[in-house]
T-cell receptor, first 114, second 114 residues
Framework: EADIYQTPRYLVIGTGKKITLECSQT?????MYWYQQDPGMELHLIHY???????EKGDLSSESTVSRIRTEHFPLTLESARPSHTSQYLC?????????????FGQGTRLTVV | KNQVEQSPQSLIILEGKNCTLQ??????????LRWYKQDTGRGPVSLTI?????NTKSNGRYTATLDADTKQSSLHITASQLSDSASYIC?????????????FGRGTQLTVWP
């Protein structure tokens, strides 16, 4: 069982609210990622981090922001949620070399904006 | 354009039967290919990882094959069980960046009936 945790698992929130999705890992991994996945669709990378104070945008444009103040913590924030943000958000982590080592995924946060 | 295509999109089989899932990719330069299993509402879990020089790899009832020349991979599941019902995602990594960019297929939704 991977030691990467996401909270909350499910969230229903009204339009315009600010939300933060939490992601924590206890494996000491330096690389962390946020993916967005709609039902039946592939995962899209929206943010990643190589380490503390390092954050980059991924392939899919997202209005969300991330921070990496501590190695183990990689929260994602939406300042003003909209219905178009409804999706599943998956957090992942890996050691330095993502190429040859496994990425561990959290269980995801299912976000619904009404 | 780097892409990963999976087929079939969905598959229903009876418990105890075998099945084969397909993955074609155009990712270049190729680094490795992973098959993940994603249960509904959960994060993906790695089943196998294959590098350029590997042709086949097994993990219990799961056997993955790779033909790097034709850029095709398959995942064979033997003696299927009800717990095999899930989405199976083919993920290809390139080696053209520090990140080891991952390209995700849309997955094959497998349903095993009793």
């Amino acid at each position: 069982e991977a030691d990467i945790y996401q909270t909350p698992r499910y969230l229903v929130i009204g339009t315009g609210k600010k939300i933060t999705l939490e992601c924590s890992q206890t494996m000491g991994h330096d690389k962390m990622y946020w993916y967005q996945q709609d039902p039946g669709m592939e995962l899209h990378l929206i943010h990643y981090s190589y380490g503390v104070n390092s954050t980059e945008k991924g392939d899919l444009s997202s209005e969300s922001t991330v921070s990496r103040i501590r190695t183990e913590h990689f929260p994602l924030t939406l300042e003003s949620a909209r219905p178009s943000h409804t999706s599943q958000y998956l957090c992942a982590s890996s050691v330095t070399d993502f190429v040859n080592t496994e990425a561990f995924f959290g269980q995801g946060t299912r976000l619904t904006v009404v | 354009k780097n892409q990963v295509e999976q087929s079939p999109q969905s598959l229903i089989i009876l418990e105890g039967k075998n099945c084969t899932l397909q993955c074609n990719y155009t990712v270049s330069p190729f680094s490795n290919l992973r098959w993940y299993k994603q249960d509904t509402g959960r994060g993906p879990v790695s089943l196998t990882i294959m590098t350029f020089s590997e042709n086949t790899k097994s993990n219990g009832r799961y056997t993955a094959t790779l033909d790097a020349d034709t850029k095709q991979s398959s995942l064979h599941i033997t003696a299927s069980q009800l717990s095999d019902s899930a989405s199976y995602i083919c993920v290809v990594s390139d080696r053209g960046s520090t990140l080891g960019r991952l390209y995700f297929g849309r997955g094959t939704q497998l349903t095993v009936w009793p």
